[in-house]
């Protein structure tokens, strides 16, 4: 339904198009001393057209490289967060597993991947951030929870054999 309604829009379009376009007389005098210049009205209004046009997108090109830096830093924090998330499941994984060895060097790593990443957001972030800090601060303690379950496993398992 959609595309018909396009359709039906680019054809009305056309025939207005072809009504307005062809029996216009009307011309525009543009004076730019010492020079006169003579346009048609329908060529001034698709020059007024493609002067807007390339305005709007020079105005997005413009604001697109300006958001460039956060974007960045946007997706810098996504791509810590996805690897300190594969991290604790990695280390989850192998923990039900029963390998503690992995475990515990997965834990570890995921304990330095989030002190390295709470250190360079507390240095770069404002003071009034808190509950991306508050978020780190979870997510060390919970590596740190699950660094002494495999440890702990791990002395179980030694003990134990």
């Excluded at 009504?19 to 003579?38: G, K, M, Q």
């Excluded at 020059?47 to 413009?62: D, H």
């Excluded at 830093?73 to 499941?89: C, G, M, P």
Aim: hydrophobic residues 50%.
């Amino acid at each position: 339904m959609r595309s018909a309604l396009w359709v039906l829009i680019l054809f009305a379009s056309a025939v207005a198009a072809a009504l307005f376009l062809n029996s216009n007389r009307a011309t525009v005098t543009l004076f730019w001393h010492p020079y006169r210049v003579d346009l048609s009205l329908n060529l001034f209004l698709l020059l007024i057209a493609f002067i807007f046009a390339i305005g709007a997108l020079l105005v997005y090109a413009i604001l697109s490289v300006w958001r460039m830096p956060t974007e960045a830093k946007i997706w810098r924090e996504y791509r810590h967060d996805v690897a300190a998330h594969q991290r604790l499941v990695h280390a989850l994984h192998a923990l039900s597993k029963g390998q503690w060895q992995i475990a515990s060097d997965e834990a570890l790593k995921l304990q330095q991947l989030t002190q390295n990443a709470l250190t360079q957001d507390l240095e770069s972030a404002p003071i009034g951030n808190n509950k991306e800090r508050e978020e780190h601060e979870r997510l060390l303690e919970l590596s740190n929870w699950l660094e002494q379950q495999a440890r702990r496993a791990q002395r179980q398992g030694t003990s134990a054999q």
